[in-house]
């Protein structure tokens, strides 16, 4: 069941009221009252009827039925909304990453490449209405997953990227990753397309120049956002391996080309940023996430459950018990006593329990008609 709300709460501002209302009933009673000495009360005792032994509740039940009548009329009711979600608008992201062996300096922890990694999977995660590509570059480029949006198969990927230069070789050819991921998606039908080239040096391999392929970007019109990665000043580069085949590190500058890497993010309508500490390049993937965003259709669907009408039936059985005591008085106070009064009393007790009838079906032939 859902939250009970009102829909005309203010109707429970007449409870401000009550305390009036009983201080009011309480003067009129002790004015209606009168007193007589008599020596014995047991012929009455005997001649009592229920609703005249009720009568000292009668008050109590006045003040149900008026409590009742102001929750009816503030409408309390449930409701359960469900939602239905529609993607009106997936998109399609292509990230590229360089794999080259400079990707595993320690300026950023435990370095560049594994503190990618991490940033790009928690990406991932989050872009649950898209599809995401995976290419990875260093001398050459290759895609290493296709579009798609099995994010499962995405994080596998992820967690397998390694520098490894058996398999492809090193250097760093930003044209050819930028390439590789263009044709990954040029052929997309979605209507929006983004690709994620991150590198932390110069362009100094391949054969496809970085900026032929930023125009052919803009050209099919898929943004590029660029991320250089790396600290300012020095960090420690592997610049050979050791006869074990271990990486010997030395504190090299720290050099990225960012005015390619500008260029290439202003010609295709997109972003350049520079990710110099794990905290800003969790800060740069966070805010693209928040730029480039799925656009879905929602509908949400209102169940109202009306939960006046016990309220309702409970205010008009208290009238109607009211109703019969007032009659019962009236015909004691007239002393009614002839041949006609047992019929008249009869249609008094129909008028008190039809009233009341009648004002139910009012209620709930309105309810179930609107």
């Not at 950023?108 to 490449?113: A, G, I, Q, V």
């Not at 050979?240 to 010609?267: H, Q, R, S, T, Y």
């Not at 929602?298 to 005591?325: M, W």
């Amino acid at each position: 069941m859902g939250k009970v709300t009102f829909l005309n709460p203010e109707f429970l501002w007449l409870f401000v009221l009550l305390p009036f209302a009983i201080a009011w009933l309480f003067i009129k009673r002790n004015q209606l009252s009168a007193t007589l000495r008599m020596s014995s009360i047991t012929p009455f005792k005997e001649n009592r009827t229920f609703l005249s032994k009720a009568k000292p509740s009668l008050y109590v039940l006045r003040l149900l039925a008026l409590s009742a009548i102001i929750v009816a009329m503030a409408r309390p009711r449930s409701v359960d909304v469900t939602s239905k979600s529609k993607t009106t608008r997936g998109i399609d992201i292509v990230m590229a990453i360089d794999v080259s062996s400079s990707m595993l300096a320690n300026d950023l922890k435990p370095n560049r490449l594994e503190a990618l990694k991490k940033v790009a999977a928690t990406f991932t995660q989050d872009r649950i209405n898209d599809r995401i590509g995976l290419v990875v570059y260093a001398g050459e480029s290759y895609t290493r997953t296709p579009v798609t949006s099995d994010k499962t198969i995405i994080l596998q990927s992820l967690k397998s990227v390694e520098y490894d230069d058996s398999i492809i070789a090193d250097g760093t050819g930003i044209g050819v990753g930028l390439a590789t991921a263009i044709n990954r998606i040029k052929d997309s039908k979605a209507k929006s397309r983004i690709i994620i080239l991150l590198t932390d040096g110069v362009n100094n391999s391949g054969t496809i120049d970085p900026r032929t392929a930023a125009s052919i970007a803009k050209d099919y019109g898929i943004k590029v956002y660029t991320i250089g990665i790396g600290t300012n000043g020095k960090a420690m580069f592997p610049v050979a391996k050791d006869a074990n085949g271990k990486l010997v590190f030395k504190m090299m500058p720290v050099e990225i080309d960012e005015k390619l890497m500008k260029e290439i993010a202003k010609n295709t309508d997109a972003k350049y940023f520079r990710a110099t500490s794990n905290q800003k390049l969790k800060a740069i993937y966070d805010e693209i996430n928040k730029l480039e965003t799925t656009e879905i259709d929602e509908k949400k669907f209102y169940n109202y459950d009306e939960k006046y009408k016990p309220f309702v039936l409970i205010a008009f059985v208290l009238l109607a018990l009211h109703l019969l005591h007032g009659f019962q008085s009236a015909f004691q106070s007239i002393g009614a006593n002839n041949k006609y009064i047992k019929g008249i009393k009869g249609l008094g007790k129909a008028y008190a329990i039809l009233i009341p009838l009648g004002f139910i079906f009012i209620a709930l032939f309105h309810h179930f008609n609107h």
